[in-house]
C-alpha cells in the first residue's frame, strides 16, 4: 500500500506533519472524492473487512464504501501519518421509526493540540471536516449545522434540518479495534435492517452540495445557510445508471448492478 496513491485519490499533493489544518484539509479532500456506497453488495462482490482488499478496492480500483471500508482506510493514513488515532462505534438512529440499530457505525477520534476530534470520512450526510469532541459544541460546515449533545456517557451527533435537530447516531468513548467490526460487515451486507442490504445507493459530498444515487433515482442536494437544503430528484432508467456511476461518481463497477430501494426493516426491541 501506498500513502502518495491515496493521497492523488484524494486530490491532494502532498499532506503536512500532523496539525489540525493538514487533518482538516485530508479529512474535506477524502469526504469530497470518495463515495459512500453500498455498490459491491449489489454487484456481487464480498466486501472484506481488510486494509489491503479495502485499499485496493478504493485508491487502486477507485470505489467508494461504507463506513468500514472509508474510515478503516482512513484509520490507516492516520496511522501513516503520525496522528494519534482511536476508534470507537456508534448507533444510527432512523429518521423515519426514530429507533437506534446495533453499534454498527465506525468512528474515529484523533488527539491533536491537546483536544480530541471526532472524525467520519463514512456517513454520507455527515460532517466534511474534524468535528471537536466537546459536549454542547455547535458548528456550521459545508454539510450543515451540527453538534454533540450528552446525556450520561451517551453522545449525540445532531444535525439541523429547519430548525429542528436530528440525531444522526450515537456513541461512547470506549475504545474498539478495527476487528471488532467483523459481525457488523456481515450485517450490513444480509440483513433487512441495514440501508446497505436494503437499497443500492451512492453518495458524495460535494462543496455545500451532495450528490446520491438510490435504486433508480439521482437526488442532487444544495445546502442553504442555517441548516437548510434544496433537493431535486430526477428518476433513471436501468441502462443510464452504470455511465452515470461513472461520469459523476467515478465508479466502474466489475459485476453487473442489481438496484434495489426496499423498505428496511424494523430492529428487534434487543437492537434498538
Request: proline letters at 5%; aromatic letters at 12%.
Amino acid at each position: 500500500m501506498d500513502l502518495k496513491a491515496y493521497l492523488q485519490r484524494v486530490n491532494l499533493m502532498d499532506c503536512a506533519p500532523p496539525c489540525l489544518s493538514a487533518l482538516r484539509e485530508l479529512h474535506r479532500h477524502h469526504v469530497h472524492s470518495i463515495p459512500t456506497e453500498s455498490l459491491s453488495i449489489h454487484s456481487g462482490e464480498k466486501i472484506i473487512l481488510d486494509i489491503p482488499w479495502i485499499y485496493n478496492k478504493i485508491v487502486v480500483r477507485r470505489g467508494g464504501g461504507f463506513c468500514f471500508e472509508n474510515n478503516g482506510l482512513y484509520l490507516w493514513v492516520l496511522q501513516q501519518l503520525g496522528y494519534e488515532t482511536k476508534v470507537l462505534s456508534s448507533r444510527v438512529r432512523d429518521p423515519i421509526t426514530g429507533i437506534y440499530g446495533p453499534p454498527s457505525h465506525m468512528l474515529l477520534t484523533v488527539e491533536l493540540e491537546e483536544r480530541r476530534w471526532l472524525c467520519d470520512v463514512g456517513y454520507g450526510e455527515g460532517i466534511i471536516e474534524p468535528f471537536l469532541l466537546e459536549a454542547e459544541w455547535e458548528e456550521e460546515q459545508d454539510s450543515g449545522v451540527y453538534r454533540l449533545r450528552v446525556e450520561g456517557d451517551k453522545w449525540f451527533m445532531e444535525r439541523k434540518e429547519e430548525e429542528i435537530w436530528r440525531t444522526l447516531y450515537k456513541f461512547t468513548l470506549e475504545e474498539r479495534t478495527f476487528e471488532d467490526f467483523w459481525e457488523m460487515c456481515e450485517y450490513h451486507q444480509s440483513s433487512p435492517c441495514s440501508i446497505f442490504f436494503q437499497k443500492s445507493f451512492c453518495s458524495l459530498q460535494l462543496p455545500r452540495a451532495r450528490l446520491t444515487y438510490i435504486g433508480r433515482w439521482l437526488i442532487s442536494t444544495e445546502y442553504t445557510k442555517g441548516g437548510g437544503s434544496v433537493k431535486t430528484t430526477r428518476e433513471l432508467t436501468e441502462e443510464e445508471i452504470p455511465s452515470l456511476l461513472r461520469d459523476k461518481f467515478g465508479i466502474v463497477l466489475s459485476g453487473k448492478l442489481v438496484p434495489k430501494d426496499e423498505d428496511i426493516v424494523i430492529p428487534n426491541a434487543s437492537q434498538s
